[in-house]
């Protein structure tokens, strides 16, 4: 597995997207996990990164710019099809990643993990023999991850995070960030957290917010306010969770919250 870093640094990307490139060692191919931005020096990069083997597939964690906005041009460029759990995105010749099946390529097999809630159409992948997953931005290298609203959800956040616990890996390959070596431990992490900002939510409104934007400058007190306006997404997936549990209540625009 070979790791290349596109030049797209931001707060959200942290020091860029990973894109990996993934083959057993002796096959002749290669797959590209998230091609990543538009970039000709990038995918020249990981064209060079794939060592003289031919790309045989590329694969999409799901369809943000940061991750597939160059996807369609490197597929082209290396006479591979492209797969992703989007419809619309995969191109002929390519699996179908909502059946499930392992995907046989490079001399490795690569389990489609559908995990829905950073995006509805997220896909992680598990490399078994190694008891890793490629994570995307279901879980990063460091810190956490923006679960949007309305496109993200977070019951179904939640539920995917469950669902790689159970697979007890033992490493994480993310979209952004170093790789995670304590792979239990940071999936638990992730768990635990978004607990507590359910419970902070919970707790800004008994003290009377009302609106998002009031609970984020009270529990996004400490975080940079240029990321307020991702915060803000957050919180609203969390309370879209309290509503449709019936913990909360909201009036017919959805603009104001109380407590049930
Ligand atoms: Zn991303």
């Known amino acids: 597995m070979t790791r290349v870093l596109a030049p797209n640094p931001s707060p959200l990307t942290l020091e860029g997207t990973n894109t990996f490139v993934v083959a057993e060692p002796g096959a002749g191919t290669a797959v590209v996990i998230d091609p990543g931005p538009a970039d000709q020096g990038h995918a020249q990069a990981v064209v060079r990164a794939c060592g003289g083997r031919e790309v045989e597939l590329v694969l999409l964690t799901h369809t943000h710019v940061d991750h597939a906005e160059g996807a369609r041009a490197f597929a082209d460029r290396v006479g591979a099809p ?16 909502a059946a499930g099946d392992p995907v046989a390529a490079a001399g490795l097999e690569l389990l489609p993990l559908p995990t829905p809630g950073h995006a509805a159409d997220h896909c992680c992948f598990e490399l078994a023999t190694e008891r890793a997953v490629f994570t995307g931005d279901h879980v990063l290298g460091r810190g956490t991850t923006v679960v949007e609203w309305p496109s993200g959800d977070m019951a179904d956040y939640l539920a995917s995070l469950e669902l790689l616990l159970r697979l007890h890996p033992e490493r994480l390959y993310p979209g952004h960030g170093p790789l995670v070596t304590d792979a239990v431990a940071r999936v638990e992490g992730y768990l635990a957290h978004r607990r507590d900002r359910e419970a902070q939510v919970l707790a800004a409104l008994a003290a009377g917010d ?32 309290l509503v449709h549990e019936g913990r909360v209540h909201t009036d017919p625009e959805g603009g104001r919250f109380t407590p049930a």
């Open 82 to 97: 492209l797969a992703a759990l989007a419809p619309g995105w995969a191109t002929p010749g390519a699996p179908d990643l």
């Open 210 to 241: 009302r609106t998002p934007a009031e609970i984020v400058a009270r529990v996004y007190a400490e975080v940079d306010p240029s990321l307020h306006p991702a915060a803000e997404l957050s919180v609203r997936a969390h309370l879209a969770k």
